[in-house]
């Protein structure tokens, strides 16, 4: 299993005021203490991101993770409704975003099972998106700093802000990254 990072407050990495001493590179050394190991991505709260984010976290060997399905499990519906909401998402390459953090998760808890369950029946394996040997390259096509590429849940880039859309991307076979767009 892979161990990714989350910052240390659930900071939005891209405002001025945040310290990436503290939310990042201190969150870094405290998780890779724990699990004996250098991390390898993280996924910004809020999926807030940036080109100067994605590579301020590439310059710290960190891929940034992004999700396909938002369950919403922390607004805590009911296990069934989490995994409804999951199962409703349900594609190759995708990636639930669930929260382990900030009050009772019970209900998270018990939505796993449910989830994991219907999608093996269906056909799907789980994978580690934390496997990555490199960071991905960020490509800031426009120039300005406004927009670039993220990974994405099958392992291609995904633009975001106002880089143009990604075609002919290089996927890169059993591994959950792309090094650069074509």
């Not at 001493?21 to 190991?37: C, F, K």
């Not at 009772?104 to 056909?123: C, E, F, H, K």
């Not at 960020?138 to 990974?151: E, F, M, R």
Request: charged letters at 15%; hydrophobic letters at 40%; aromatic letters at 6%.
């Amino acid at each position: 299993h892979g161990v990714g990072a989350h910052t240390t407050t659930h900071a939005d990495l891209t405002k001025a005021s945040t310290s990436w001493s503290v939310e990042v590179d201190q969150n870094l050394a405290e998780l890779g203490g724990i699990v004996g190991r250098p991390l390898e991505c993280l996924r910004p709260p809020y999926g807030a991101h940036t080109a100067a984010t994605v590579a301020a976290l590439g310059e710290r060997g960190l891929a940034t993770i992004m999700w396909t399905s938002n369950p919403a499990d922390y607004t805590r519906p009911g296990p069934e409704v989490i995994a409804a909401r999951a199962i409703a998402d349900a594609s190759p390459g995708a990636v639930i975003g669930l929260h382990d953090g900030g009050g009772n998760r019970s209900q998270t808890v018990a939505a796993l099972p449910i989830i994991i369950d219907w999608y093996r029946n269906a056909g799907y394996r789980f994978v580690s998106l934390c496997s990555v040997a490199h960071p991905p390259v960020v490509k800031d096509l426009a120039g300005n700093g406004t927009g670039g590429y993220v990974l994405d849940s099958a392992g291609g880039l995904a633009p975001f802000g106002d880089a143009p859309a990604v075609t002919g991307a290089a996927y890169w076979q059993n591994r959950d990254t792309a090094r650069a767009v074509a």
